[in-house]
Each structure stands twice: as structure tokens, then as C-alpha cells.
T-cell receptor, first 108, second 113 residues
Framework: GESVGLHLPTLSVQEGDNSIINCAYS??????FIWYKQESGKGPQFIID?????DKRQGQRVTVLLNKTVKHLSLQIAATQPGDSAVYFC???????FGAGTRLTVKP | DARVTQTPRDKVTEMGQEVTMRCQPI?????VFWYRQTMMQGLELLAY????????DSGMPKDRFSAEMPDATLATLKIQPSEPRDSAVYFC???????????FGPGTRLTVT
């Protein structure tokens, strides 16, 4: 069946560097995507979303890019900080299912 | 600051016992989700309600799991009988319906021995 999946299960970056977390989706009819951040011992929290009529959306230090041609989503975190260490999930609202998640570790 | 609440936060029980987990969605939200998270399987959608009606429970083992919404302020997930493989963190989330983000509760950590 169709599913949401992540390319990289783990990512380690130096504090201050930019991070890029990738996500592939398979449902071409998906029209809304969300990135969540899950810190240890907590539930996932909303970071940023994007609708399919956009290819880029910016928040505070985060940017989501959507490439519908190749069904790919990415989350960019600028000037990564230790507090950004977490597991990041992408989700498509039509399906309400989550991918495997990517663990981001920020080294001081 | 509205948030989803879940009780209990931790539950340790013996195999064969009944377990009931409760969730209070954010007031005004009309969708409620139950997820299970394990290291091996990640976040799995178990059940999904809209306006208290179950819309999708295909991810839930039907023989032992049941999910209900007795009223708009309470969602329950019951396991009877529990098994060690049910050990996981169970999250409840609520939303406003349609294309919208989900607000997650803190989770119930279940350990079945």
C-alpha cells in the first residue's frame, strides 16, 4: 500500500550548521504535509506544514520544501542548536500515518 | 494553554489483565487519534474518530483492542487481555478535522510483564 517514508534514519550535525531532513511520499494525491518534532519522553509537536499548491514555506529557522514531481519533502533547519535534537517525522494529512522518523543529533 | 491530556502516564500490568487508557482531547476539536509507538514499529495509527464516530480502526488488533468515545471530552483505548507485545507508548492526539495538524498528548507508557 501507499506509505510515507524517510530516506535517512539518523543525522548528526555540528551546532550552528544547517540540517536537512528528507521524506519521500508515495500518494500522489496528497495535498497537505506536516513536519513534527518529537523530543525524548514527549509526544510529537507540530513544526511546520505545507499545502500542495506551494513548493516552499518558511518559519522561524525552519523551511519546508515540497517537490511534487518526485514526491519529496524536506525540512531545513538553519543554525541548528542542541535543542533541535529530536526525532523528526513527516506526515501527510490525508493518511494520518507517520514515516519512520529521522533522529537528529546536534553535537556541541 | 489548551492541551491533550492522557491518563495514566505510566502503567505496569501483568499479562492477561485489562488495561484502559484515557484521553481528553482539546475542547472544540472533533477528531481524535490513537497511536502506538515502539522502537521496532515507530508510530502506528491504531484508530481515528471524527465527531465521536470511528472512521478508521484498521490498525488496531480487533480481538483484544477496543476504542470508544463515550462523549466529546473522553476517548478510551482498552486492551483485554493484555500481552507483553502490547508494551509501548500510546499517544492520543486531537485536531480540528480536515487538513489540520494534530495535537499530541504526553502518552501512556504501558509495560506488560
Amino acid at each position: 500500500g501507499e506509505s510515507v517514508g524517510l530516506h535517512l534514519p539518523t543525522l548528526s550535525v555540528q551546532e550552528g550548521d544547517n540540517s536537512i531532513i528528507n521524506c519521500a511520499y508515495s500518494n500522489s494525491a496528497s495535498d497537505y504535509f506536516i513536519w513534527y518534532k518529537q523530543e525524548s519522553g514527549k509526544g510529537p509537536q507540530f513544526i511546520i506544514d505545507i499545502r500542495s499548491n506551494m513548493d516552499k514555506r518558511q518559519g522561524q529557522r525552519v523551511t519546508v520544501l515540497l517537490n511534487k514531481t518526485v514526491k519529496h519533502l524536506s525540512l531545513q533547519i538553519a543554525a541548528t542548536q542542541p535543542g533541535d535534537s529530536a526525532v523528526y517525522f513527516c506526515a501527510e494529512s490525508n493518511d494520518m500515518r507517520f514515516g519512520a522518523g529521522t533522529r537528529l543529533t546536534v553535537k556541541p | 494553554d489548551a492541551r491533550v491530556t492522557q491518563t495514566p502516564r505510566d502503567k505496569v500490568t501483568e499479562m492477561g489483565q485489562e488495561v484502559t487508557m484515557r484521553c481528553q482531547p482539546i475542547l472544540g476539536h472533533n477528531t481524535v487519534f490513537w497511536y502506538r509507538q515502539t522502537m521496532m514499529q515507530g508510530l502506528e495509527l491504531l484508530a481515528y474518530f471524527r465527531n465521536r464516530a470511528p472512521l478508521d480502526d484498521s490498525g488496531m488488533p480487533k480481538d483484544r483492542f477496543s476504542a470508544e468515545m463515550p462523549d466529546a471530552t473522553l476517548a478510551t483505548l482498552k486492551i483485554q487481555p493484555s500481552e507483553p507485545r502490547d508494551s509501548a507508548v500510546y499517544f492520543c492526539a486531537s485536531g480540528r478535522g480536515g487538513l489540520d495538524e494534530q495535537y499530541f498528548g504526553p502518552g501512556t507508557r504501558l509495560t506488560v510483564t
